[in-house]
Each structure stands twice: as structure tokens, then as C-alpha cells.
Nanobody, 123 residues
Framework: VQLQASGGGLGQAGGSLRLSCQAS???????MGWFRQAPGKVREFVAA????????IYADSVKGRFTISTDNARKTGYLQMNSLRPDDTAVYYC??????????????????WGQGTQVTVSS
């Protein structure tokens, strides 16, 4: 399994960015998660989505601002980030796990990880 995250870059406070995560080598139903890690901080959960797309969970810090989605035909997941804030600055990682219920939100629950994409939000 390989994951390729893209779409990061420099955004302004109040602006938007969309991250993408392309999966390859996947032959099972998966749940996708997005995590982020700011300098000097531990990696933290951002959002997760089920294989069907019908279930989503979000960290309180991004609820109402970020939207996770998935296109299984393209094996691609997305994280739409609106109303960006400077404290959203971090390296963002996508991750996969075999689809189970309920959705998980811990780093240890996801065995496959992308390389990360930097998001920097200026004030």
C-alpha cells in the first residue's frame, strides 16, 4: 500500500486549501484518516471517513471548517480546509486502515501512512 498526499502549500487566514491523498496497491475496503503534526507537537487526529463515505468524524478544532470526502473509484481521499487559521499550520498526513466499525481516531489504529504535505497558514 502506498499513499501520496498533495495539495499543501501556503494559505492565508480565512482562506481555503484542499488536500488530496492517492492510494495505490490497495485491494481491500479501507477507512481513511487525516492527521497533522506541528513543530514540537505530537501527531494529532484531524478527520476520518468510512469506506462507504457515510460516516465521518472530526477533531473539535476543525469541526465545521474542514470536510473529509472519498472517491473510491479513484482511490482518492480529500480534505477540504476552509476558514484556515494560523494554528492549522502543520504537516498533514493521510493514513489508511482496513474498514471496520466504529471509525478510529488514533495514530496506532492506522498502519499505512503517506509522506505528509506541509500546510502553512499566514495571519
Amino acid at each position: 500500500v502506498q499513499l501520496q498526499a498533495s495539495g499543501g502549500g501556503l494559505g492565508q487566514a480565512g482562506g481555503s486549501l484542499r488536500l488530496s491523498c492517492q492510494a495505490s496497491g490497495v485491494a481491500f475496503r479501507y477507512d481513511m484518516g487525516w492527521f497533522r503534526q506541528a513543530p514540537g507537537k505530537v501527531r494529532e487526529f484531524v478527520a476520518a471517513i468510512s469506506w462507504s463515505g457515510s460516516l465521518t468524524i472530526y477533531a473539535d478544532s476543525v469541526k465545521g471548517r474542514f470536510t473529509i470526502s472519498t472517491d473510491n473509484a479513484r482511490k482518492t481521499g480529500y480534505l477540504q480546509m476552509n476558514s484556515l487559521r494560523p494554528d492549522d499550520t502543520a504537516v498533514y498526513y493521510c493514513a489508511l486502515r482496513v474498514s471496520t466499525s466504529p471509525l478510529r481516531r488514533t495514530v496506532a489504529d492506522f498502519p499505512w501512512w503517506g509522506q505528509g504535505t506541509q500546510v502553512t497558514v499566514s495571519s
